[in-house]
């Protein structure tokens, strides 16, 4: 009997922006996002000279890195409905207000 002929490469289509945002990437990365705010958060009210640019670094890069994920994902996925992509914008504005509140002085911090 003659050997099988061989196959081929294995095609493997693309990945998408969709496939990449599932529901699990996107509350791990805003919650990576809050947890940077926090640490920036706790940083600034500790009063520690010289870690005033280290925290608001924090502050901003962490609600940045959350806005833009949760606005990707509300923007790009095929599998939520209307109502979830509504909330994914709702937070991120509500997310964006307060960081840049925090990050240029609002509420009364420095």
């Known amino acids: 009997m003659p050997p099988q002929p061989y196959p081929g490469m294995y ?46 670094f924090l502050i901003f890069t962490g609600g940045l890195f959350a806005v833009l994920v949760s606005t990707a994902a509300a923007m790009s996925s095929k599998k939520t409905t209307d109502m979830q992509n509504l909330g994914l914008l709702i937070w991120s504005g509500i997310l964006l207000l307060v960081v840049s509140t925090i990050t240029l002085g609002g509420f009364g911090f420095p």
Not at 38 to 51: H, M, P, Q, T, Y
């Open 11 to 56: 095609y493997q289509p693309p990945m998408t922006l969709d496939s990449y945002l599932t529901h699990r990437n996107v509350w791990g990365a805003n919650a990576l996002g809050l947890l940077l705010i926090w640490i920036g958060f706790l940083i600034r009210l500790s009063g520690v000279s010289g870690f005033g640019a280290a925290a608001s």
